[in-house]
């Protein structure tokens, strides 16, 4: 009998949920994001026992309010999508916590499995588990695994189908919350007991989050008829049971579980976890690397060697990437000329398709790398020290310790920097993050600047780079702190984090995370690139017969248009315009068109400018080339991350920002100079 | 006992206070010392003397009778006590309380003094310092909100009792030094960071203990439960520990 079912896996982060997924499902993996939320939504499947088992990996939680996005996440499918079985993933180095949101898990009444990980770590430190003894308490299968060397899987592929197979088994789990709060639990159950509508919940669930006050639950019974009158008896069995015990029910609650757990661990394992015990080889590490003098100066090499690697190593590739392709459009345009194709097809084809998908492609070994070598960084547990070391100052600039990689990432190119924020848990972090990274100048701005500063400021070129850098980096604080009053005034995002014991990264783990990243910036933003590409060529080529780009093509005639509103930076001449334009594309595309519209090659390109640009206005072109429209695939991989919204911000502000910082610039130099 | 007007109440307090200081008290004590005409303080000892409260011959020393001693006794209590009501406990500016205290003094009646007298030595002898409540009230002039949202919408009551007793141990987690273990008090935050916290495992009677300081000062280092979990100070702060051992060993 071929049987499908359905299970999810969750646990804490840090749990090695990953692992175990990767494990149990190998390469059958499917990434996509929950509906609604850029919170990525992991399926994969597997066959056991002629049953076809498809798993969904849950965000990483510690608990099941409706505080937080990823528990709400987590939430929302245990309630509502039901899924068959639920494997809970523990880090058994870190029983109580972990065993925390398992008895959350119980007291929803879900069909689970308990996955007991991390075992190695457990047994070096002369722990053992009983886990006959585990399973009987808590009414449930346990299976001990060790995920990252694949110890333990076949067993957990057995226990979850014969699990989920068989007849579930009547609850029989409970947290005794003390006499007092029973006492208000039953007469609350009696009260709601037969009202329909506490379906899908457990009612003992239900009552105990009515009683924590948890705001989704509160709300939702608000809408019941009667529902006044049930949120007036728990308000008073909560009054009653607070002035009772001197503090907040809330608390008392959460006590009584963590209660239950540390009884459950002293029973079930042998040697219990104390505070001093700890002292291990991840302590040892820490003691260096979040060292008072060495922690900074170790933060500080390892993105010096991260910037090295994915740019060092990545841009001799892109280069080949980029010149295969401008190879083979040149090919593919000479071969259309030969066999007599008209040139508008030629165009199309090298300018528009080959190109357009040369652009998406060229990012890709730099993005990739980036990837390896975050998800090293995450897997290894270094990513969680990165921002313990950074958070003071870039929390000082509305932002999170975790901030700091994406920004500087932003420098050697703003995709990477923009996908590499996917580490920040708050939105509002992620967003503001996102939102400032392309005043992060990127290296395709470099070309910018070598050409007009050695042009023009040949003396100090050095000066002029850095000042052009040192722009952007104020220009991010400023903005980062207005859009963090205009937008997210009411958002607190504090740091809590686990910092989790340090762990050699999984090759195969650190891969698949790679490649899923790295797709995914292919699939989503590769479209929206190509497109962009595409709109850029027909602005260019058209209308009919118009020679490519020049000033009587549309684009041409949306450079006359605009050079007017460039008038008051200094360079107000359609040229300009249409080099920005196309800088849209690219960056550094500036250099190419400007040398293109001038008709002179890269070479004479330094005395054309010459007579066309002053020092000022220079200097002004400059700062727009700075601060202006983000790169299409910016702009794409922007949208990828968060909404149209924010993206059709990210484009606006900049666009506005570049024009003002380029007006005040040219007006108060020239009345200066 | 008759009542004395506001002015004769404040001779007596200060013939009371001078004898205290000085070892005679003349007539130049109090003119100087109530910044009044002579002539004034002469008239006013007089009607002192005839209630049978001073001995003052004229141009002599200044004596208070026993009753005298009692009377002003009484009156300056009650002076201090209002001084101290508003200066420690509404948190007034020391000089403005004792002048206030001079005018209002004399229009109490007695029981609300006696009330006022009560709360004092309420808050005074509580066995654990100044009640949590207080200072979150002198948070709360100080900054015009609650010093924690401890009112949650309004439905939920802050309870205190022992437990929320600030006493010479209980301090913030944020402010330990680097290698004290503490007890978890209480939380007290606004909900999401206080659940949050608490499902972390910083319930009420759980160990911690502060274990590194980031290099630049902020976040903190806590093990609780066995694992390592960061924090802000500013997060850090809403959460009240006992401390449980002050040696610092690793403390530089």
């Known amino acids: 009998m071929a049987q499908t079912i359905r299970i999810a896996l969750a646990g804490n982060p840090n749990s090695g949920k990953t692992s175990v997924f990767n494990n149990l499902t190998g390469s059958r993996q499917h990434v996509g994001n929950w509906p609604g939320v850029t919170v990525e939504k992991k399926e994969g499947r ?96 346990v299976v001990k695994t060790v995920a990252n060397k694949g110890i333990g899987i076949d067993a957990l ?52 989050k009515l009683l924590e006050g948890d705001p989704e639950v509160l709300d939702q019974v608000k809408t019941w008829p009667q529902g006044k009158e049930i949120q007036q008896r728990v308000l008073e069995s909560r009054i009653k049971l607070e002035r009772h015990m001197g503090y907040d029910l809330e608390t008392a609650i959460v006590e009584r579980r963590y209660g239950f757990l540390d009884g459950l661990v002293r029973e079930c394992s042998k040697k219990k976890l104390g505070i001093k015990e700890r002292l291990d080889v991840s302590d040892r590490i820490d003691s260096v690397v979040l060292n008072k003098v060495l922690g900074i100066p170790i933060f500080l090499a390892l993105i010096w060697l991260t910037f090295q690697l994915v740019f060092a190593l990545g841009n001799p590739i892109a280069d080949w990437i980029d010149a295969l392709f401008g190879w083979l459009g040149g090919a593919v345009s000479a071969g259309i000329a030969t066999i007599g194709g008209p040139v508008w097809l030629s165009s199309l084809v090298s300018d528009g398709i080959i190109s357009g998908v040369g652009s998406v492609l060229v990012f890709l070994p730099n993005i990739m790398l980036l990837f390896l070598v975050i998800a090293i960084l995450e897997d290894s547990g270094y990513m969680a020290r990165a921002a313990f070391v950074m958070d003071r100052f870039m929390h000082a600039l509305g932002l999170h310790g975790k901030s700091f990689i994406p920004l500087l990432i932003g420098f050697g190119c703003n995709i990477p920097g923009i996908m590499a924020t996917r580490t920040l848990e708050s939105r509002k972090d992620r967003i503001l993050t996102i939102l400032v990274n392309p005043l992060m100048s990127c290296s395709a701005r470099l070309p910018i600047y070598i050409l007009f500063a050695g042009a023009f400021f040949s003396k100090h070129q050095g000066l002029v780079l850095f000042s052009l850098y040192l722009t952007g980096m104020v220009l991010a ?55 962009g590409v595409m709109a850029i060529w027909l602005l260019a080529s058209l209308p009919i017969g118009v020679e490519y780009a020049s000033q009587e093509s549309l684009i041409g005639k949306l450079g006359s248009l605009f050079a007017p509103l460039l008038e008051p930076a200094g360079f107000g001449f359609w040229q300009a315009a249409v080099a920005l334009i196309f800088g849209i594309l690219a960056k550094e595309i500036v250099v190419g068109t400007l040398g293109t519209l001038y008709g002179v090659g890269q070479e004479g390109l330094r005395v054309a400018l010459l007579q066309y640009f002053t020092p000022v206005s220079a200097y002004a072109f400059m700062l727009m080339c700075l601060i202006y429209i983000p790169c299409i695939p910016a702009i794409a991989t922007i949208k990828r991350e968060t909404n149209w919204r924010w993206t059709g911000l990210a484009v606006g502000y900049t666009l506005l920002l570049g024009w003002i910082v380029a007006v005040i610039f040219f007006q108060l130099a020239s009345a200066f100079v | 006992m008759k009542s004395l007007t506001q002015s004769l109440e404040d001779y007596l307090e200060a013939i009371w206070v001078t004898s205290l200081k000085e070892k005679v008290v003349r007539v130049k004590n109090i003119v100087k010392r109530l910044n009044v005409k002579t002539a004034s303080v002469v008239g006013a000892l007089k009607i002192l003397a005839d209630k049978g409260l001073v001995i003052h011959e004229r141009y002599g020393y200044v004596e208070l009778t026993q009753q005298g001693i009692d009377r002003a006794k009484k009156i300056y209590e009650r002076h201090e006590t209002l001084t101290k009501f508003f200066h420690e406990i509404l948190g007034i500016e020391f000089e403005s ?31 654990e310092g100044e009640p949590l409540w207080l200072s979150r009230f002198h948070y709360f002039v100080r900054h015009g909100e609650h010093p924690e949202k401890c009112c949650r919408e309004g439905n939920s009551m802050q309870v205190d ?92």
């Not at chain 1, 929302?76 to 058994?92: G, K, N, Q, R």
């Not at chain 2, 502060?210 to 390592?228: M, N, S, T």
Request: proline content about 4%; glycine content about 4%.
């Open chain 1, 477 to 531: 604080i400023l903005i980062a702190r207005l859009f963090k009053t205009i937008f997210f005034k009411e958002e607190v995002a504090p740091l809590i984090m686990e910092l989790p014991p340090y762990r050699m990264p999984q090759l195969k783990g650190v891969f698949i995370h790679m490649w899923e990243r790295g797709s995914l910036f292919l699939r989503k933003a590769g479209t929206i690139i190509v497109a």
């Open chain 1, 157 to 208: 592929r057995k226990a979850i189908v014969e699990t989920a197979t068989e007849q579930q088994k009547e609850i029989t789990f409970k947290i005794d919350y003390d006499r007092d709060i029973e006492a208000e639990i039953e007469t609350l159950s009696e009260l709601l007991k037969d009202k329909k509508l506490s379906k899908p919940y457990p009612l003992r669930w239900l009552v105990v």
């Open chain 2, 97 to 127: 309380a004792v002048k206030d205290a001079c005018q209002v003094e004399h229009y109490l009646n007695k029981d609300t003094m006696e009330r006022i007298v009560k709360f004092i030595k309420f808050i005074e002898t509580c066995p």
């Open chain 2, 161 to 252: 009792d022992g437990r929320d007793q600030v006493n010479k141990e209980h301090v913030k987690l944020s402010t330990l030094k680097v290698g004290q273990e503490a007890k978890v008090v209480r939380v007290s935050a606004e909900s999401s960071l206080k659940r949050r916290l608490l499902d972390m495992g910083m319930v009420p009677g759980t160990k911690v203990r502060l274990e590194k300081i980031a290099p630049l000062g902020d976040p903190i280092d806590v093990i609780v439960k066995g694992y390592h979990l960061s924090l802000r100070k500013e997060e850090a702060s809403a959460i009240t520990v006992e401390i449980q051992s002050s040696a610092a060993k690793e403390d530089a």
């Open chain 1, 46 to 141: 597997f066959f056991y026992d002629e049953v076809e088992v498809t798993v969904v990996d849950l965000p990483g939680t510690y608990g099941l309010t409706a505080y937080s996005l990823d528990e709400r996440i987590a939430r929302e499918f245990l309630l509502h999508e039901t899924p068959d079985l639920v494997v809970a993933v523990i880090d058994s180095s870190n029983l109580e916590r972990n065993l925390y949101l398992v008895a959350q898990f119980l007291e929803l009444g879900l069909n689970l499995v308990l996955d007991l990980n991390m075992m190695d770590i457990l047994e070096a430190r002369g722990v053992s588990i009983n886990t006959e003894a585990l399973s009987s308490i808590l009414g449930i299968p």
